[in-house]
């Protein structure tokens, strides 16, 4: 098929272009989405007998692997694939900018489409959003993990059609960039529950497709976290360096790369130490002198009574003495009086 030309997504290999086939060489330009599946052959069986049909049967494609082009029972086209296993190929993550990252069925009967492609891949319903006068959004959950959607399409004119989104930085941006490379824009930019952003348009060729802008928070959480790996890089740097030297063997002195400083922090270490010790033992001296001058004025309040009472005692004595004194000079003086009457 020379004509086929492999997309690339970084290292990944995402989709494809081609030439209308001769076949259907009167359909429009557009996309169509894969469905991986384990077995090809198997699956074209069980939408056979689930009410879809078979566009294209199970073929493969060298180097690439093996497909069939289908239809569910309301018409929409869809394709099925097993990638064929190549030596250092590995599985692309999604998700990222360049990747197709949702995709939706707009179908006349969404509850029918979904229980077709529920049997045959094992879909599961997420939330659904109610899009008032447009009914109901309902997402479209594998493993727990949203994947797209199915909704009503009002649009009689346009057949039951899947639409697959890509992943881009910022949806005005690639508006813009579409307008001026000749594409058509049919709808947005707009936003969408959740906080996501959607262009809706045309490849200048006719192919209809779409892209989807990540919601703010989500972005502004993928700035901080791509901010901060050169400072946790850094932090974990730190971390890592010893806290301490490592231990010297015995009888060996440690080796000082050249042009280091000495480390002169023990003996500062030391030097605070002792400054430390003198500061504590001025200060216990001090405090030594201050109970003991304390004690002292103490222990002379308490021997002041005692002094008072001994000076007490000994006036007490004198006066006592005294008036001894004056008593028997008083009893001389009258004995002298009585001899001179005689």
Known sequence: MPSYTLWMSGKYRSGGLMALPEENASAPPHWIIYIGTPDVDATVDAVEKLGGKV???AADIPNVGRFAVLSD?????FAVF?????EGDEVPPGGAVGDFTWHELATTDPEAAFGFYSELFGWSKGAAHDMGDMGTYQLVSIDGEDVGGIYKAHDNATP????????????AKAAN???EAGGRILNGPMEVPGGSWIVQMLDPQGGAFAVVEAPKAARAAAQKAAAEKPAAAKKATKKAAPAK????PRG?????AKGAPPKAAPAKSAAAKKGAAAKKSVAAKKGAAAKKGAAKKAAGKKS???RAVAKKSTTAKRGSTAKKSAGVKAKGKAKSKAKSKK
């Open 177 to 179: 960039a579409a307008k």
């Open 82 to 86: 097993t990638p064929q296993p190549v």
């Open 304 to 306: 002041a009574p005692k």
């Open 160 to 171: 039951p059609n899947w639409l697959s989104y890509v992943r881009v930085p910022d949806a």
């Open 252 to 256: 060996k002195a440690p080796v000082r």
């Open 245 to 248: 030297a490592p231990a010297t």
């Open 73 to 77: 029972p309301q018409g929409a086209a």
């Open 55 to 57: 566009l294209k049967g």
